[in-house]
Each structure stands twice: as structure tokens, then as C-alpha cells.
């Protein structure tokens, strides 16, 4: 397939987990793919392994919860394709398995300072170039089916900012389609990334506690939620507006 042929994509948080799978298969179709995030060496392997398959790539390091960083990425990817037509906002933390009583005021605002100011700062510097160069553009934030759609013990924190991101989604969406930006969400559950595994857990003891704890039996696909991305981000999808897409075999069904 070739959906994003000679298209501008911008993924955060690209060096490694989801990040890179949504990278990788947006070049396998054809895109010219930039992958930002904080550690160069991951963004920098992002790229090698884009380019061996023949794609496009290149890395900006830049920590989403700075707005000069954030705005210079955006920039970057605008200056040397000449547009930005695709953004995934994906970079996000995750400090779970505690009560809130117990989580300290730093995991709290490492939180909210990557997966909310982050995600306002992106949204905002994305929807800004792409009214401007008069073809507008396609953002897919990546939310998480914990907050609105559930909620488990010990994640309150993340599971609130992944409600402002859910919020966030629906109320640029509204603010912006009328300039050509059109906005939606992925909320995936636990995913084959290293986020869902506990403390301690292997891959092996991971697989044998989501057969009985989703409704699926496992893990989602890391290419399963890059293909639910890619779906938001194509022009079959361009009546869909301010939706977001639960990716979690049916765990908050």
C-alpha cells in the first residue's frame, strides 16, 4: 500500500515501542518520516532501520514539555519537506503500580508535563504550521484506554492525564477542522511494548496473565495499533473527526 506517498509524518516519542512501530509502517507506505524525541541513540536506530527498508527518515531530538523544542521539531520537518502533513503524538510516561497516597509529587509532574503539556504543546505547534500552509493536515494523538474507558488500580495519575488527552482530542478537533486540521485519537490498551509489563515480568509471564485478563487473550499488536494510526491519518478516514479509536481486545468493552 502507498496511502502516504510523498507525505511529511512527524511521530514523537519515535525511538522505540509504538512510536517506532507507527514510524516504521508509515514509511513502509510510502512516507517521508521524522521521529523526535529526548534520546538520540533510539531515534537514531528508528532511522537505520527506515532506511534498510528503503523508506525516508530522519531524527530531531526534542523533549515534547518544552515549547522552543517542540516548535523547532515542527519546524524542522516543514523546512526540509516543505509541509507537515501527518503528526502522531505519541511520546507519553507511564509511573504506575502505586496508590495515589504514596506517588510522589515528581512522578506526578513527569506525567503531567510530558503526556498533557507535551500533548498541548505538540497540538499546538502542529495545528499552527499545518492551517498555515493552506493544505491543513491529519494528528493522531495516542491516548490510552485507561482513564475514560478504564480504569485499574495504581494508575490514577496516568490514567487523569490520558483523560486530558482524551479531552484535549475531542475539544482541538472541534476548534480546527473548519482550518483543514483534522484530529483524532488511538487509545491503545496493553500493547507488545515494555510498558506493559509489570515489574519483574517476563514476556512469557506477561502473555499468561492476559489470557485471563482480556477479553482477547493478549497483547496488542504493536503493528495493530500502528494500523489503527494509519487508518486516522488516510484519506478513507476524512469524515472522521474528534473520535478516538479503543485498541484493547475488549478491556473496556
Not at 124 to 150: F, T
Request: net charge negative; no cysteine.
Amino acid at each position: 500500500m502507498t496511502r502516504f506517498t510523498g507525505k511529511s509524518v512527524l511521530v514523537t516519542g519515535g525511538g522505540s515501542g509504538l512510536g517506532r512501530a507507527i514510524a516504521l509502517a508509515f514509511a513502509a507506505e510510502g512516507a517521508y518520516v521524522t521521529v523526535a524525541g529526548r534520546g538520540d541513540v533510539a531515534l537514531k536506530e528508528t532511522v537505520r532501520l527506515i532506511e534498510e527498508q528503503g523508506g525516508t527518515a530522519f531524527a530531531v531530538t526534542a523533549d515534547v514539555s518544552s515549547a522552543g523544542e517542540t516548535e523547532a521539531a515542527v519546524r524542522a520537518v516543514a523546512d526540509r519537506f516543505g509541509s507537515l502533513h501527518v503528526a502522531v503524538n505519541n511520546a507519553g510516561v507511564l509511573r504506575a503500580g502505586t496508590p495515589l497516597a504514596e506517588l510522589s509529587e515528581e512522578d506526578w509532574r513527569t506525567q503531567l508535563d510530558i503526556n498533557v503539556t507535551g500533548m498541548f504543546l505538540a497540538l499546538r505547534a502542529e495545528i499552527r504550521q499545518m492551517r498555515g500552509q493552506g493544505s491543513g493536515g491529519e494528528i493522531v494523538n495516542v491516548a490510552s484506554n485507561l482513564g475514560p474507558h478504564l480504569r485499574i488500580p495504581g494508575t490514577a495519575a496516568y490514567a487523569a492525564t490520558k483523560t486530558a488527552v482524551w479531552a484535549l482530542t475531542h475539544g482541538a478537533a472541534l476548534d480546527h477542522i473548519g482550518d483543514g486540521v483534522r484530529i483524532n485519537a488511538v487509545s491503545p490498551g496493553a500493547s507488545d511494548t515494555s510498558m506493559s509489563l509489570r515489574p519483574g515480568e517476563s514476556e512469557a509471564e506477561r502473555a499468561e496473565r492476559m489470557r485471563s485478563e482480556s477479553p482477547l487473550g493478549r497483547v496488542a499488536g504493536r503493528d495493530e495499533v500502528a494500523a489503527a494510526v494509519l487508518y486516522l491519518a488516510s484519506d478513507a478516514a476524512g469524515s472522521v473527526v474528534g473520535t478516538d479509536l479503543v485498541v484493547d481486545g475488549g478491556a473496556a468493552a
